[in-house]
Every structure is written in structure tokens, then in C-alpha cells.
């Protein structure tokens, strides 16, 4: 298996395995983090993610749609320096279209069942980030940086 490929797979575990990331958005200079339910696209190229729209972050995306999302998987133990891996995205968030969120709703809905009230209340926006790179660190120092076309 290619290093691609290896990094491809150790995404999609991880991806599948963790419920919640930590978005990273941005007003004007001030970063801003949101603690997220989020789902991948099979491909790997978008992960999606619902909020609502009156909230800090909703409108940091307006202003400026670049963010970083960030996936762990810590168990708060000593070991997680050396034997965790966290992976950030980096990439642009917009709202999803209201001819492809049907589509999207079921992805994130498989996922996240218990957050269908959530999803389905009118004030709610189902976004999805369009990835362009993955930067997968494990072992403490050993970095991957995966662009996405």
C-alpha cells in the first residue's frame, strides 16, 4: 500500500470511529473553536458539519469561510503523545445547497441520529468543508500532509 493510500485508510478509521472535532473559525484576527458532530464523504473530500446560523461560529464562516477542523483520537492518558493521532483539515465551509442538502442530511443522519431535531430545525445549517489538505500526525512527530485535489 502506497503512503496515499495508508494515509487514506488511517483517515477513514479515524473518521469513522470519532463522533466530534474541534472547528477552528476565525472573526477578523480572533480564532474561534466549536466542539462539532461531523461526518466524511466517502471520497474524503468534504466533512460535513450543522450548526445554527445565530451562533458565533455560523457567522465567522460568513465573513471568512476558511477553517480548520481538528480530529483526534485522545484517550486522556500519558500514551496519547506517542500513540495518538490527530489529523487536521484545512479548507473552505460554506452551506449546502438546498438541491444536494437531502443527499448530505442522510450522511450526516447515519451517523448522528440522535441530532436529527437538531438538523431538521429550520434555523440549522448543514455545512460541509471542502478539504484541501489533511495534515495526519501519529507517533507524536510523524506528519503526513495529504492534498486534496
Do not use: W
Not at 49 to 55: D, F, G, N, V
Not at 86 to 98: D, F, L, N, S
Amino acid at each position: 500500500m502506497d503512503n496515499q493510500a495508508q494515509a487514506k485508510q488511517t483517515l477513514g478509521d479515524l473518521f469513522e470511529s470519532q463522533l466530534q472535532a474541534v472547528l477552528a473559525t476565525a472573526n477578523r484576527q480572533q480564532p474561534y473553536t466549536s466542539l462539532m458532530a461531523f461526518v466524511a464523504t466517502a471520497d474524503l473530500t468534504r466533512l460535513l458539519l450543522a450548526t445554527y446560523r445565530a451562533t458565533h461560529k455560523y457567522h465567522n464562516l460568513q465573513s471568512n469561510p476558511r477553517a480548520a477542523l481538528l480530529i483526534d483520537n485522545r484517550t486522556c492518558q500519558l500514551t496519547d503523545h506517542y500513540q495518538g493521532t490527530a489529523v487536521t483539515a484545512t479548507g473552505q465551509v460554506h452551506e449546502i445547497p438546498a438541491a444536494e442538502r437531502e443527499e448530505f442530511l442522510r450522511l450526516f443522519l447515519a451517523k448522528h441520529p440522535n441530532l436529527a431535531a437538531f438538523v431538521n430545525s429550520p434555523d440549522c445549517a448543514l455545512m460541509a468543508m471542502r478539504v484541501e489538505h489533511y495534515y495526519i500526525v501519529s507517533q507524536f512527530q510523524q506528519v503526513v500532509d495529504l492534498a486534496m485535489a
